[in-house]
């Protein structure tokens, strides 16, 4: 099976084998890398780091996707390092990303036995064995089904901002009910969507404010942050059609409510 980096200089792209760190970037209680990768912030991301994990010449970052499967992100030069001006304690590098290998990332799947090191230098046993070239790079995925969706709340975000066409086409023409589940407490959050835009329109709601004017969300993010809205996990529970009524669907959120134990010990 061919390795990343043999294939990577068989392109042309030149590699400093002897100063090089593969970074496998994972989620780090704060972000998950495949949703800053969706979004296009991947190398600002990587460049904002704790400690001096890059002092080598280039790093080959690679994206958790689960289940020993990393998606290849860019070889870069690393230029420069300093404190960073907005945490004084953490380093912000300069780095730069190769030349040749354009329509390489986002493309690429390899294989790496996990281990708990983010940070390894490379050496020739560590093949990086190729398991996939995809025909385009990795983007959100097309909307998978009412049955199927849980996402993030970043990936939430992206799918909004860019209002992603088989999305926006799903759940701008269905009523229904969702879940919201914290994932840091697994507590729960019932809500209906009866307007003309369905879940789209609420979804656009949580996405730009993580609360979409729910008190007890309000609450929640004024006692942990802004930031805790990154735990928000979002997914279908039922649908309707858009000429149910109101009361119908009042109805329905009422039992999913109750089922759930979300009065009591959640979120509702």
């Known amino acids: 099976m061919l390795g990343l980096v043999d294939f990577l200089i068989a392109g042309g792209i030149n590699i400093d084998t002897g100063s090089l760190k593969v970074h496998l970037a994972c989620w780090n209680g704060y972000d998950e890398p495949i949703d800053v990768f969706y979004a296009g912030n991947f190398k600002s991301w990587q460049e904002w780091q704790n400690r001096r994990n890059f002092s080598c010449s280039h790093v080959l970052s690679l994206i958790d996707l689960g289940q020993n499967n990393w998606l290849f992100s860019g070889v870069y030069k690393v230029l420069d390092c300093n404190p960073h001006p907005d945490?004084?304690?953490?380093?912000?590098?300069?780095?730069?990303l190769l030349p040749k290998q354009g329509d390489m990332i986002g493309r690429i799947i390899t294989y790496h036995k996990r281990s708990r090191a983010s940070y390894i230098w490379y050496k020739p046993e560590i093949t990086l064995p190729i398991v996939e070239i995809r025909r385009e790079k990795m983007t959100i995925e097309e909307f998978p089904g009412y049955n199927s969706v849980v996402i993030s709340h970043r990936s939430l975000r992206i799918i909004t901002r860019q209002k992603i066409a088989s999305w926006y086409a799903a759940l701008a023409n269905i009523k229904g009910i969702y879940l919201i589940t914290d994932t840091s407490t697994g507590q729960h959050y019932v809500g209906k969507a009866s307007g003309d835009t369905g879940i789209w329109q609420r979804w656009c709601a949580y996405a730009k404010t993580g609360h979409g004017g729910n008190k007890q969300l309000k609450k929640l993010l004024r006692m942990n942050g802004e930031e805790h809205m990154n735990h928000f996990q979002y997914s279908i529970l039922e649908i309707a059609d858009t000429h149910a009524s109101d009361n119908d669907i009042l109805a329905r959120e009422s039992y999913w409510?109750?089922?759930?134990?979300?009065?009591?010990?959640?979120l509702n």
Do not use: I
């Open 257 to 266: 409510m109750n089922a759930l134990g979300s009065r009591e010990f959640g």
């Open 87 to 96: 945490a004084p304690d953490d380093f912000l590098y300069s780095t730069k």
